[in-house]
């Protein structure tokens, strides 16, 4: 993993050397797949989530590693207590900068499979079987739920149109479709994580979607379900005036600073290829050869071949689409629920 901050480096590295004293063989010897959940302050939400986690998912073990991103109350004990791996970070930089570190340990303990959820109980654990489901099957390298294809309780119109207007920007700016970038039941082979360039502390999901969508993965989604949160209150869009809970301005603070996430990464994973095309090309006149590895549908230039760290891994044979319109009963996945262009 190559790190923008220096000094994000030196905490994760100390956070990880404490949780592999801490826990021994059990970090360094990881089931086939980890649960990984980001946690600030959830003090009362995180016990039950924890124990709600199922044991197996398609018949593979699994173990829950936490990351207290420098919480100032009883979240970490309490994740504890409830079963869970816990990487107890000292401060507080941001869900990205949590999941992370999250998947550095489930990469670096041994587990192939890594499922993402949050720590306020707003998502399903039983869904994490359809989510995993299509990973395991070898149709995809990563899978997200989509409120959009499965159901929602909120009923805060601005988020549902926040939610609408960011698939669509980011499904013309990648040419893949995608109903839904910002839900947090998520699926992936372990390495992806590895693969792509994660150095936003906050927002991290659309620079985890747009990164894998570029580097050429398989890319699915499923029906999924979003619960109203019970416990505590959210941290998504906090702003100067957040305790004063006015109407919107939470909500326009959180689409700002998504967007420019978003964007962002768009603009530097073009870059990216860009640079990879010219190398492309150099090596092409120097071997006399013509020809590129780029991919293009329709007619269309996408900003997703596939790279040397794909190409490394067997994944993403150029550039594929895959979006799930309907899951199988019972979570079982199969390929008339994948709609691929």
Not at 45 to 64: D, K, M, R, S
Not at 69 to 86: I, N, P, R
Not at 126 to 141: H, I, Q, Y
Not at 170 to 193: C, P, W
Request: net charge neutral.
């Amino acid at each position: 993993m190559i790190y923008s901050n220096p000094q994000d480096q030196v905490i994760d590295d100390d956070a990880i050397k404490v949780f592999t004293d801490a826990y021994g063989e059990r970090a360094t010897s990881l089931p086939p797949v980890a649960i990984v959940i980001a946690a600030y302050n959830e003090a009362g939400a995180i016990g039950p989530v924890i124990e709600a986690l199922p044991a197996t998912i398609c018949g593979l073990a699994t173990a829950a590693i936490v990351v207290a991103d420098g919480c100032a109350d009883d979240t970490a004990a309490e994740a504890a207590a409830a079963g869970a791996m816990v990487c107890d970070v000292p401060v507080n930089r941001g869900q990205g900068a949590a999941l992370r570190l999250g998947y550095r340990l489930a990469r670096e303990g041994g587990a192939g499979y890594i499922v993402t959820t949050d720590a306020d109980g707003q998502y399903n654990p039983a869904e994490m079987e359809t989510v995993l489901a299509p990973v395991v099957a070898g149709e995809a390298d990563f899978v997200t739920g989509s409120r959009r294809l499965g159901s929602q309780e909120t009923k805060d119109m601005i988020r549902r149109s926040g939610v609408r207007f960011f698939a669509s920007t980011i499904s013309l700016l990648t040419g893949q479709k995608i109903s839904d970038t910002t839900f947090g039941l998520r699926a992936m082979r372990a390495e992806v994580t590895g693969a792509v360039q994660l150095s936003q502390p906050q927002y991290q999901a659309s620079e985890l979607l747009i990164g894998v969508i570029t580097h050429g993965y398989k890319v699915a989604e499923v029906p999924a379900t979003i619960h109203r949160r019970r416990v505590g209150e959210s941290k998504k869009g906090k702003n100067p005036l957040y305790h004063l809970h006015i109407p919107g301005v939470n909500n326009l603070f959180y689409g700002i600073r998504f967007a420019r996430v978003a964007y962002g990464t768009w603009w530097r994973e073009r870059q990216r290829i860009n640079r990879e095309r010219r190398s492309e090309g150099k090596a092409d006149k120097s071997s006399g050869s013509s020809g590129s590895s780029w991919s293009s549908s329709s007619g269309s230039a996408r900003i997703g071949p596939v790279d040397s760290a794909a190409r490394a891994n067997g994944s993403g044979p150029g550039s594929v689409e895959a979006s799930a319109s309907s899951a199988a009963p019972g979570g079982s996945w199969t390929k008339d629920a994948a709609k691929r262009t």
